[in-house]
């Protein structure tokens, strides 16, 4: 705390609690602790999340102009969120609950759902499980297991009403601070944004895009 950091938000941080410490009149003491007696908090210090990234703020905003802005993030941090309300993987500043797939409120929201990609299993289920709308954004692989979780033949089951393939951009992603740039991989590949609604069918069966049926292969 003496010298300092490089790092503007730790430097806001401590800013901020010594305001407090002076407002209520607190006399904070720091204290020298050796790094192999400081193993756990150290170690929280260098953890990573591997799927820190957000999608393109603009490709968002045009997505919830077609179909409605949604009312919590459900795979977010304090650093990527895209709505005021979000749950997170870790405890962190704003987040209204840990981990996303342990709520039971997920009826009561419309659901926006970026999840890292091992998860759209999980959340195909809870989506289904609770009737819960839902805005899904997830690549576009008929060859992957959970792809038969979504549609049979040329067609998405019921309980999407709706499917906007993105733009393949350079920018289509953006990394959070613990992740150095989004991987290369994903320029490759289309990704989607689904509109989930189990309480009533659609009109019509809506249609896979053909042409990404073709040429997407999960790696």
Same mark, same amino acid.
């Given at each position: 705390m003496g010298q300092g950091s490089t790092d503007l938000r730790?430097?806001? &941080?401590?800013? /901020?609690?010594?305001s407090l410490t002076m407002e209520h009149d607190i006399t904070l003491l720091?204290?020298?602790?050796?790094?192999?007696?400081?193993? &756990?908090?150290?170690?929280?210090? $260098?953890?990573?999340?591997?799927?820190?990234?957000?999608l393109n703020a603009d490709?968002?905003?045009?997505?919830?102009a077609q179909w409605g802005l949604?009312?919590?993030?459900?795979?977010?941090? $304090?650093?990527? $969120?895209?709505?005021?309300?979000?749950?997170?993987?870790?405890?962190?500043?704003g987040s209204v609950g840990i981990n996303g797939l342990a709520q039971r409120d997920w009826s009561e929201h419309f659901n926006w759902c970026f999840p890292p990609f091992n998860l &759209?299993?999980?959340v195909i289920s809870i989506i289904r499980q609770f009737s819960a709308a839902s805005?899904?954004? *997830?690549? *576009?692989?008929?060859?992957?297991?959970?792809?038969?979780?979504?549609s049979k033949g040329q067609h998405f089951f019921p309980f999407v009403h709706g499917c906007r393939v993105l733009p393949r951009?350079?920018?289509?992603?953006?990394?959070?601070?613990?992740?150095?740039?989004?991987? /290369?991989? !994903?320029? /490759?590949?289309?990704?989607?944004?689904?509109?989930? !609604?189990s309480a009533k069918p659609p009109p019509q069966p809506i249609p896979i895009p053909s042409y990404a049926c073709r040429t997407q292969v999960h790696p």
């Open positions: 730790l430097n806001k &941080i401590v800013l /901020r609690i010594i720091s204290t020298w602790v050796p790094r192999d007696q400081n193993k &756990i908090a150290d170690g929280l210090t $260098h953890l990573e999340e591997p799927c820190d990234w957000t490709i968002f905003q045009k997505i919830v949604p009312t919590i993030d459900r795979f977010a941090s $304090h650093s990527n $969120h895209l709505l005021d309300r979000f749950n997170s993987m870790l405890r962190c500043p &759209i299993p999980l805005i899904l954004v *997830l690549p *576009l692989w008929p060859s992957s297991p959970w792809w038969p979780l979504l951009l350079e920018n289509l992603l953006t990394p959070g601070p613990s992740t150095a740039s989004a991987p /290369r991989a !994903f320029m /490759r590949w289309t990704f989607l944004a689904v509109l989930c !609604f």
